[in-house]
């Protein structure tokens, strides 16, 4: 019998499963016991061998959490199975009341039981004035041989388990069942709690199995004398060893020179652990198993050295996808004139090097346009390409950029730290714009990193090794500027190893119809065709100086696309561009016009370059220049 349970439920719950005689089963349905509710439970009606073969099978199949049973069948199937069993036991009280049902229709009575050890029945012998005679059997066929022998002697009432029962009813005797409903009840409730407790283990255990097997990497477990206990798939795997080669084991004979005898002998912990199994290096760390106190034991979790490279790998590349990447190619670079032609040959040269590059240009010449596409042309071409501009931030922020930070390094640093531009650029290019503008603090952080390519993060105490290239750039003389004092010479002749001059766009003006029809092409210029042969052609436009060079050009081409529907006339539209380009506002260049600007916005750099006509980073660059501290200078006012 099955006890009523949602279908939906049945399957997380634990089975417990009474393996009965017939005359048990009708017993405890006459004795209406309460079956429990919190496993899926079953009775089956079984005998000795025939109950063997049922639960072996039910064993073996994994169906059952726990069994209960009686008598001769208790005893043979606790000889023979693993899993957990409760037997019907059998009380002293539970004696009396069998003995007390048997009194009433006779004074002898005999107790047969299969080699079960009962209560002292000499004092109930007494307190009842029965004649009781107790036999014991081994084997079933012992059972109809005893019986018919009491029936000669008189003996009509047997006291017994329900085999003995049934065939005691059978010849016409008066069978009285042993168990009682208290001692049935306990044993289902037993039953039940150790059923619970076991589903709760196995549970567990199989989560903890998962965990142990689908971990990335290897884990493995000894004891207290670095014996093997437990090992996961990766970790046989990593050995190229089979699991039951591995269990009973001492680990040393798997890892080199391993930090294990000391954890066991410490309890302390040793982390990233370079050791080796068989021929291959593996990262361990090592945990001690504590128990109060004292070790007992070690887990270590490893992966090969390979496995890990792997994995950075493939975590900066996801930082490459998120947009550290040189989006043009040497390819990309528009012009025929024999200037740009060799820049591009140089360039090709280098790519294939992994010298440093310094490329020296006038603004607007396309120096980062280089820089990308010497990237594109390297062997570090999958890698992330990382470019800032020394020029945009304060000397703490540049620095922070750079080189990164510990969690809490300083007031406003992020919880968990951040990473440096140095670290997201491993593997790849890091490309520092306008590098003349980086102060001399800065300049030696940056040349160690060159020398010995490792960073430190601000506030940090470890070494982070890093594999990068270093293209630089700047718009001004690196030379004069280390012959004033304001650029270190030992960082010069660093970043100088490979040289790339970018020539001014008035050197090459027979580049600029090129350029100026790639431009208008790409903003869509809806001028008619003839329109835009004679703009490309115009004379007005060989003769310009170009102060901003290509960045200027490309700006020229938007304002013609904007402009477009005032006109058709080419010279006109091309007067109107130029004139527009060139009633912008100057660079202030005069320390008192700065300063009245940072007055009248209260410091505020952002209004005060607005107020200039300026923008931010051009602002900074001129109170670098004129060394204006405007702050300080209040306070000493």
Known sequence: ????????????????????????????????????????????????????????????????????????????????????????????????????????????????????????????????????????????????????????????????????????????????????????????????????????????????????????????????????????????????????????????????????????????????????????????????????????????????????????QKIRLNLHQKGLVAKNTLDDIAGTSRTILQAKSQARLFARSESTVLIIGETGTGKEIFAQGIHNASRRAQGPFVAINCAALPENLLESELFGYEGGAFTGARKQGKPGLFELAHGGTIFLDEIAEMSLAVQARLLRVIEEREVMRIGGDSIIPVDVRIIAATNKHLHELVQKGQFREDLFYRLCVLLLLLPPLRERPEDVPILLKCFLRDLDCMLPQFVLTDIIKHQQLKTSQWPGNIRELRNFAERLTTLASMTHNPSELVSLALTTYTSTPEEPNCKEEIFQALHATGGNRKEAAKLLGIR??????????WELDYDETMKQQ
């Open 1 to 312: 019998m099955y006890k009523p349970v949602h279908e939906g439920m049945k399957f997380m719950l634990p089975t417990v499963v009474f393996i009965s005689y017939p005359r048990l089963t009708q017993y405890i349905k006459e004795l209406k016991i309460s079956l429990p509710q919190e496993v899926n439970f079953t009775m089956v009606d079984f005998t000795l061998n025939e109950a063997l073969e049922a639960a072996s099978r039910m064993e073996k199949e994994g169906t059952v959490d726990v069994f209960v049973s009686s008598g001769g069948n208790a005893k043979l199937l606790s000889q023979h199975l693993k899993t957990t069993l409760v037997e019907v036991e059998v009380t002293g009280f539970d004696l009396l009341q069998a003995l007390l049902k048997a009194k009433a229709h006779s004074s002898h009575v005999a107790i047969v039981s299969c080699l079960k050890s009962l209560p002292p029945i000499e004092p109930i012998q007494e307190i009842l004035a029965l004649d009781i005679e107790s036999i014991s059997y081994e084997q079933p066929q012992e059972v109809d041989p005893i019986l018919n022998k009491l029936r000669q002697k008189g003996v009509h009432d047997i006291v017994g388990g329900s085999l003995i029962v049934e065939k005691a009813e059978a010849i016409g005797l008066r069978g009285h069942i042993i168990y009682s409903k208290e001692g049935i009840s306990q044993a289902l409730s037993t039953a039940t709690r150790l059923a619970l407790t076991e589903r709760e283990h196995v549970e567990r255990a199989q989560v903890m199995q998962a965990v142990f097997d689908f971990a990335h990497g290897g884990i493995l477990a000894v004891d207290s004398n670095g014996i093997i206990t437990n090992v996961n798939k990766n970790a046989a795997n990593i050995a190229g060893r089979q699991k039951k080669d591995l269990l009973g084991q001492p680990a040393h004979y798997f890892f080199r020179k391993s930090k294990l005898p000391t954890v066991l002998t410490t309890g302390q912990s040793a982390t990233d652990q370079v050791e080796q199994i068989g021929e291959q290096d593996v990262l361990v760390n090592w945990a001690p198993l504590l128990i109060k106190g004292y070790p007992n034991g070690a887990v270590a979790t490893f992966q090969p050295i390979g496995a890990v490279q792997a994995s950075e």
């Open 616 to 625: 931010r980073t051009t602002l900074w660059r001129q109170m670098k220049k």
